[in-house]
């Protein structure tokens, strides 16, 4: 069966992600592979599905030009992304793309599907299914032809209970395959790899922690087998790929596992370097040298606040030292570190903004993501929002607009400015990108991101 897997367009000109149950605007440029396409292709193509892969936002595709190419394509089924910062153009095209080819079926991914689905179908009248886990094979198997209960997909005419269903059961096996990094191409970039190419891959699924902020907690845990990660790490060595970004959400959410997988990456010499996402505890110093031996270059840490007790009270029950010592061992064992930040947190007041702004100069970090707090579909601070009628916010652009902390949002925002000028404005930031400009690529990358930058300022 031919089988088109779509990310729609970018909004108003702005690059969003809609990936990983998870939807965000690209605030400097970086734009990375939409995860659960590339997943999905995996599984797909062992089944022998004809594909097409077609990524609006990299490609720089409008609606029309997304539809004709779909029309020309004339899949059978496609398998879509949305996402809740761009929900109401997500359902705008999906639903003249359904007046285009009524025939084909459509089945959605994203945060607003997995987490609302019940508003998904209510909108899209042409919606005949969700995936609700993207690691697992139910999509393809109802492409086969499966019609009762397959895993991670939600049918359309699921009971009530199913669509109000939380967490799904985290003990199912992994049954994802290889991906098809062959049919996503390289029009990717992010701002530790200096404009070249890079792979994605994943080796774990959802994260066991559960923060007031992110929905990533809510899908469940899952790892996948080694020996089939570096399998894959393999086949992207072989396209020519030298840099991956390990998408875990929370790569060391079982410690053992990650050691495990980096000693087997390092007996396999892949000559790959790569960037991962990791909490900071548990973090220690076997952890960061093996990941240092097996070619990891940037480690980013979710440290979310500089005050102890805001963190603990957003789920995150981790201390400002722990923070320090986890960045210190990255340091130790040659990896730079990427800090990620959100504030305007509950609870948090402009003091409390202004200590984290100020920890993360005292981290030294190389690199530092300033988010604001924002309601995200799934998670506490959306329920808030919902019972308040206020949407959920862009953490990567103005947060929840109607703010979750005392701090004026408008002032919220002036904050994050000044403290992104205030980090970038010193040695080491500036120093992490010069390895960068010693090829062509770097400067060119350097001089998008900047642009980017700007226009977002």
């Known amino acids: 069966m031919h089988v088109a897997l779509v990310n729609p367009p970018a909004l108003s000109g702005k690059a969003v992600f809609r990936d990983g149950y998870c939807s965000s605007s690209s605030k400097s440029g970086y734009l990375w592979h939409p995860l659960d396409l590339l997943v999905q292709s995996g599984i797909l193509s062992a089944r022998g599905h004809a594909l097409t892969f077609i990524d609006a936002v990299a490609d720089g ?156 907690g809510e899908l469940g845990y899952r790892g996948r087998d080694t020996g089939e990660v570096i399998s894959e790490l393999q086949g992207v060595r072989r396209l020519g790929y030298r840099r991956v970004y390990l998408r875990d959400a929370t790569a060391n959410g079982k410690r053992a596992a990650l050691l495990e997988l980096c000693r087997a990456w390092e007996r396999a010499d892949l000559g790959l370097s790569w960037n991962v996402f990791c909490t ?69 007041d402009e003091d409390g903004v202004r200590r984290t702004l100020a920890f993360a100069r005292e981290l030294d970090l190389d690199f530092a993501s300033f988010n604001l707090a924002a309601a995200r579909p799934g998670t506490a601070l959306r329920r808030e929002a919902d019972e308040r009628g206020m949407p959920g916010g862009d953490a990567s652009g103005d947060g929840f607009i109607a703010g979750l902390s005392a701090i004026e949002p408008g002032r919220l925002r002036a904050l994050k400015r ?17 390895p960068d400009l010693r090829h062509r690529e770097g400067w060119a990358h350097l001089a998008a991101m900047g642009r980017a930058f700007v226009r977002t300022w």
């Open 61 to 216: 595709l409008d609606g029309d030009r997304l539809i004709e190419r779909l029309a020309r394509a004339r899949p059978e089924v496609i398998l879509g992304l949305a996402g809740d910062v761009s929900w109401p153009a997500d359902v705008r095209f999906y639903r003249r793309l359904a007046a285009r080819l009524p025939t084909t079926r459509l089945v959605l991914s994203g945060d607003v599907p997995r987490f609302e689905s019940m508003k998904a179908f209510r909108e899209l009248p042409s919606l005949d299914a969700v995936l609700t886990d993207f690691s697992q094979s139910g999509f393809a198997d109802w492409v086969d032809g499966e019609r009762s209960a397959v895993a991670g997909l939600l049918l359309r005419d699921a009971s009530p209970e199913s669509h109000e269903a939380a967490t799904p059961p985290n003990r199912r096996p992994w049954s994802s395959s290889p991906a098809r990094h062959d049919l996503l191409g390289r029009r990717y970039r992010l701002p530790f790899h200096g404009g070249l190419p890079f792979a994605s891959v994943l080796a774990s699924y959802g994260c066991p922690y559960s923060c007031t902020f992110c929905n990533t």
């Open 280 to 348: 900071f505890s548990p973090f220690d110093a076997e952890l960061a040298g093996a990941m240092a031996g097996a070619g990891c270059r940037v480690v980013q840490f979710g440290i979310e606040a500089g005050d102890d007790a805001i963190r603990s009270a957003n789920g995150k029950a981790f201390r400002n030292d722990a923070a320090a010592a986890a960045v210190r061992y990255a340091h130790d064992a040659g990896m730079q570190v990427c800090g990620h930040f959100v504030l305007g947190l509950p609870g948090q």
């Open 418 to 434: 000044t403290g992104t000028l205030n980090f970038y404005l010193r040695p080491r930031p500036l120093r992490a990108v010069l």
